[in-house]
């Protein structure tokens, strides 16, 4: 099987990574902005529906050149993997939307350094459902079938996401608050790290809970978010082809950037504050602290607050046996279809609106 390159970065290469973004999206956003023009692309994302869209004729120059060279599918897509990493979160779609929330999201607050851009822009404790709509949305946006495809729109929500990210790294690069000693908002380093959170961390929170996962299918699910990545602007040579790549690579960004801090304490807070109340009639309040303890360990969990197990420990178990036998049954899929058409009822009910922030 042919795979695109992947070069472990050492820690010069994170150093250096570190004080990198976006060069083309940030350039965009930088005349945009500086032409008092910035308006203007959120008009264009409006017009943006589906990936056949980027060669709309009517986009104002600058932005239909950045979506129509940004845009092209990346010649080492594998559209076999592409399938494949779709087929696998499909029939995983209900236990991914749980790791999103319980396992990616506190995850990424542990990067004391990166989690700042969260809190600086307000986008968990102030919103904590709306960035998860948000982010549901991206992932259902880049796990359907054909997400890459002509009709599909993977490549422009993950375009538009890119410069949204490009616009908050403007912001803030002007911003008295931020500290030039934590890197670039939003740089290369912390991309990566999120990439892997939303790719690798699930597929290592499934193991946990005793789903037997095959190894070509967690190949595919990287594969699909290397794809994703480098239209969200990641450097793809830096992005894992396989799981236990990605899972050392993790392992390293995290010794890294891993401490304690004031706004990953808050932002954790908020979001358990949320989902106890989102699941208060069918789980122990409880279990919400317990399960994302579980899932990301004793040492990230002492780092974000989170507290000590307590009798609901005993509820993990029952999921993890009953958990097995789902992974050996022929209908899981099936399971995953209900789930992703009820979660597309309620996201076309209250539709996503992805927009540049054009202050923070």
Known sequence: MNKPDFEIPNPQTLNALRQQGDPPADELIRHLFENKQAKQLNAAFRQLTLNKDIHLEALPTEIGNFFKQEGEMPTWANEDLLQQGTVFFRKYAAQFSAMLSFLSLPYTYAAANGVKVLYLTGRIHQDTAKRLHETARYLMDI???????????????????????????YHLN???RWD?????????E?????????????????????YHLKQYDMTAYLHLWKVAGQFLGNI???LPNRYQEAIVLADKIGERQFQSSREGRALTQALIAFLEKSIVRRFPKDFVTTYMRFLMGDEISKILGIPQYNWSRVLVRPFQTNNILKSLSPTSSREGDKFLKQAGYFLKKDPVNFRIPLTI
């Open 143 to 169: 796990t359907a079938p054909e997400a890459f495809a002509p009709k599909g729109n993977g490549i422009v929500s993950s375009l538009k996401v890119r410069l949204m990210h490009a616009a908050v790294r």
């Open 236 to 238: 793809p040579v830096h």
């Open 174 to 176: 002007k911003d008295k």
């Open 190 to 210: 912390d991309m990566i790290g999120t990439n892997l959170a939303f790719s690798a961390l699930p597929i290592l929170g499934l193991k946990k809970m005793k």
């Open 180 to 188: 030039a000693a934590w890197g670039l908002p939003i740089n290369q």
